[in-house]
C-alpha cells in the first residue's frame, strides 16, 4: 500500500518488520517478501543493501 503511495522508504520498512515477525515455518513467504524488498531497495539505489537482503534468499527457499 505504502509502494503505491509513492512511500518506496516506508514499503521496504514494512517489508523488513514483516521478515522479522513472520514465523520461521513460513519461508516461502520470507523469501517473497525478501526479493520484493531487495527489488525496492534496488530500486532506490541502495544496491548493497539489495544485494544483502538477497543474498538469504537460496537459504531459506524450500
Excluded: F, N
Excluded at 15 to 22: A, M, N, P
Excluded at 23 to 38: D, M, P
Amino acid at each position: 500500500m505504502r509502494y503505491e503511495l509513492r512511500d518506496a522508504r516506508g514499503s521496504i520498512e514494512s517489508l523488513e518488520q514483516h521478515q522479522r515477525l513472520v514465523g520461521s515455518h513460513k519461508r516461502r513467504a520470507r523469501v517473497t517478501y525478501g526479493a520484493l524488498t531487495a527489488e525496492r531497495q534496488l530500486g532506490m539505489g541502495h544496491s548493497d543493501a539489495a544485494c544483502d537482503t538477497w543474498r538469504h534468499g537460496p537459504d531459506e527457499y524450500p
